[in-house]
């Protein structure tokens, strides 16, 4: 449950608390004439969120009275968006047109009561008599039809005896009454159309303000939730059930904010219109705000679930960023995806002092992700890198390739440019450059060469092709109105870009970080071995703030945080983030921590000229340094940058763990000793020896049989369990990865 309790749920309680309710049943009832989007998860998380919290339940209810626009398609769709939300409702999926001869009853009834009449007076007419906010109505001469007129016509309309339009069923309210929808409302109409469940045997429906109130009774509803524009109908709901005497417990209506998204429109008529119209592909096309398409983009529904809590639920109408939605997916999977490597503009580079070829072992996570993993990358003297990467007359502050800068691959060497190589046309098609040996990563870098980022790059001989589908908000206007205002850049298609041979896609749901450019999603429909096609999902950092700030500079740019009012960048601080996110590949979490931070960047820059590993140094400097100087001055620090990137060092050459990290870090805040030298003392060398850990292994499987037996009748996530307990032992030295390897290995 979330921590702070909404007034939804404070209103729950309460009726648990007084025993008005023995148990919380909710409703999700949306009308299937449409896919469902984002504004319907809120609904949907709203109230399978409460029904599971209070160990209640949650129906889904088709809400089908109106049965022109109603499909099964929709009826599926609906179905679907609330399993990936990971919710279950009870039973079967209800509908409200099985209710329709209860409901009819409930109409006699009323009848008999003298409650409802009968109404033949034409459309016109009758909006004409309801009067106006400061204007009493006046009633039909029809209302003083007898029981038994009312009854007899209702019947008939009921056999299909009249034409449309003919006659309604009213409710007998008060046609003075300062609501005006209890100015006598509609309760029945007659509809000579085919129903897609009840087929032809109605040809009166009822009106949502009569079946609405009585399916969620039948039901044993306990808390009807809605959206504010129903805050009006709230009268009329509970004028039916008191009039009808339905005995309690019965159920009340309870209103919040509708959600609303810049950027977007969300009612299912405009994306109805979108989709007929073939702005898009359909109603999964991942432009949409559809659940179908968030889920076909690679959104999580775990993203989609922070989004709809971040929002929290209010109780006044509001329009939220959707750049906090993206905000929310980043989040999600900066620690859970691999990254690896893939160039969508490629430029060759042919490294002329290189010759054979070799192999990289890279990690797919960085080290304050707690997870592990890594992949060989190939290498050799033909490679491809971004176009975008390189540059003949840079600007000032550009920090890839030049002529006269060096750029470190990612993972392998430092390259020089010698020569840049142009078509007849003068488009650049080829840079030779020559390949510092004594840079190789995981060494000690002796080259000597001074670098300022790393980049992303392929071998050309291993590569695979790949088509990658870039999205960008399919509207520009904040607010659109529709089909005119869809931005025409919305899809850009690249049919060839190279990934490395890694990436091999073998279950459904995989999601990578293409370092660099952002996180990616093989398409669910589309991806095939012989043609992978990957969605991009969203990028790295909000590059809508970016472009908004350019032509005013005052103006505010786009949150990157979900809580509480982000103050906007200045000038230069939005350039280091821009430096740290794209030359350096930083997340934008970090890079925001540090850009923002005068100090904390100054000490990450100078540990950064010590020791190029931007990455893991920008993650140290951002949770450990970053603490310490909570309430110190650098002045005051008993270590310094060239201390920390020491440390650092010892961490990516993998002679200490990351955790022990932390440990050698609480000794220099202490003692400003050398981190290699607390090392030595402490004996805190990782233990990588298959042959130290192997009996420590033996010993750990020995004291878990129960486990063992488990684990070898298919419960994989054991794995972690027994890794666990063999880093325990080895008093956290053990290297993580050769744990995993011989754990694997010895439960086979
Ligand atoms: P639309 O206007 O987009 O077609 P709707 O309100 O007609 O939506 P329904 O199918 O009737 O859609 O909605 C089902 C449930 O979802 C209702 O309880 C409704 O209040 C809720 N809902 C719909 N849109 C939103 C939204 N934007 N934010 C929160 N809840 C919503
Ligand atoms: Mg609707």
Known sequence: MSEHKDFLRTIVEKDLESGKYKEIVTRFPPEPNGFPHIGHAKS?????GIARDYDGHCNLRMDDTNPTKEDTKYVEALKDAVEWLGFEWKGDVRYTSDYFDKIYEYAIQLIKMGKAYVDSLPEDEIREYRGTVTEVGKRSKYADRSVEENLDLFERMKKGEFKDGEHILRAKIDMSAANMKLRDPLLYRIR???????GNEWAVYPMYDFAHCLSDYIEGVSHSICTLEFENNRDIYNWVLDTLSLKPPRPYQHEFARLGINYTVMSKRKLLELVEAKVVSGWDDPRLPTIA?????????????????????AKANSMVDVAQLEFCIRDDLNTK?????CVLDPLKVSITNYEGSEEFDAPYYPHDVPKEGSRKIPFSSEIYIERGDF?????????RLTPAQSVRLRHAYIITCKEVIKDASGRLVEIKAEYSAASKVGDEDKSGIKVKSAIQ?????EAKSVEVRVYDRLFKEEAPEGIEDVNADSLQIIKNALIEPSVIVDKPDERFQFERQGYFYADPIDYSDDKPVFNKIVGLKDSWA????????KVQTKKVQVDGEVVAMSEAEQMLFDKYTKELGLNSEVANTLARDKQLSAFYEEALVALNSPVSLSNMVTNEVARELKDKRVEELKFNALQIAEL????DDGTISNKIAKQVFEEMCKSGANPKQIVKDKGLVQISDPAVIAPIIDDVIAKNPDNVAKFKAGNTKLLGFFVGQVLKATGGKGNPKVVNELVMQKLQ
Request: proline residues 9%; contains cysteine.
């Open 648 to 651: 650092v060092s010892i961490v």
């Open 44 to 48: 949907i998380a709203i109230n399978f």
């Open 337 to 341: 995806v691999p990254r690896v490597l």
């Open 546 to 553: 970016k472009k908004e700030k350019a032509p005013t500079p």
């Open 192 to 198: 000579h159309v085919q129903h897609f469940r009840a």
């Open 293 to 313: 398409g968030y889920k076909r983009r690679g959104y999580t529904p775990e993203s989609i679930l922070n989004f709809c809590d971040s929002v929290g639920i």
């Open 391 to 399: 540059m003949e007359n840079p600007p000032k502050g550009y920090f």
């Open 457 to 461: 790059w392929v071998s050309a001989a």
